[in-house]
T-cell receptor, first 117, second 116 residues
Framework: AQTVTQSQPEMSVQEAETVTLSCTYDTSESDYYLFWYKQPPSRQMILVIRQEAYKQQNATENRFSVNFQKAAKSFSLKISDSQLGDAAMYFCAYRSAVKAAGNKLTFGGGTRVLVKP | DAGVIQSPRHEVTEMGQEVTLRCKPISGHDYLFWYRQTMMRGLELLIYFNNNVPIDDSGMPEDRFSAKMPNASFSTLKIQPSEPRDSAVYFC??????????????FGSGTRLTVV
């Protein structure tokens, strides 16, 4: 079974600065998808960014970008120009591209991001 | 689209009582997932359905938990009898097909369950 590990329980960043969240995963598969979800205090799970394992190019969505290192099984999220609204829990998630493995998102334990004004 | 709708948003019940959580997926989505979130265990997949059929219920913790999807627009998660350790936030999510799931799921706002 795949596992997803987020080693940083909490990260603090000054407004307008950059913060990087770490995520590692364990899998024997070669084709899969990786996601970062944001959970603000409202509890809503919001998809921030996704990455296809077969693509070498790192995904970017506005101020959010990832550093995908397939060999190292690492998938970090960088938040640039941090804003107060970025304060939330961030979850890394894995999904197999193999249909036989089932349609499941496996989540890491989460990292809480605090933004200081 | 109204998104995935869960009810109630909060539920407080006494130990031993039956609890029913409800979910309405996005119209046309053929996958429906139930997740549980706790501080200790994080986000866990309990069960998921495809075209109203349960596909994987290996995450359901005990026989006290049951889930149904009588039609494409409604699902329930029932706990009977409830125990304090069932206190958690329960999320429902849906997805449009296998391929669309590559783009992630749409989550509801969750139900916070407190069993006293």
């Amino acid at each position: 079974a795949q596992t997803v590990t987020q080693s940083q329980p909490e990260m603090s960043v000054q407004e307008a600065e950059t913060v990087t969240l770490s995520c590692t995963y364990d899998t024997s598969e070669s084709d899969y998808y990786l996601f970062w979800y944001k959970q603000p205090p409202s509890r809503q799970m919001i998809l921030v960014i996704r990455q296809e394992a077969y693509k070498q190019q790192n995904a970017t969505e506005n101020r959010f970008s990832v550093n995908f290192q397939k060999a190292a099984k690492s998938f970090s999220l960088k938040i640039s120009d941090s804003q107060l609204g970025d304060a939330a829990m961030y979850f890394c998630a894995y999904r197999s591209a193999v249909k036989a493995a089932g349609n499941k998102l496996t989540f890491g334990g989460g990292t809480r991001v605090l933004v200081k004004p | 689209d109204a998104g995935v709708i869960q009810s109630p948003r909060h539920e407080v019940t006494e130990m031993g009582q039956e609890v029913t959580l409800r979910c309405k997926p996005i119209s046309g989505h053929d996958y429906l997932f139930w997740y549980r979130q706790t501080m200790m265990r994080g986000l866990e997949l309990l069960i998921y359905f495809n075209n109203n059929v349960p596909i994987d219920d290996s995450g359901m913790p005990e026989d006290r938990f049951s889930a149904k999807m009588p039609n494409a627009s409604f699902s329930t998660l029932k706990i009977q009898p409830s125990e304090p350790r069932d206190s958690a936030v329960y999320f429902c999510a849906s997805s449009l097909g296998w391929g669309a799931s590559n783009y992630g799921y749409t989550f509801g706002s969750g139900t916070r369950l407190t069993v006293v």
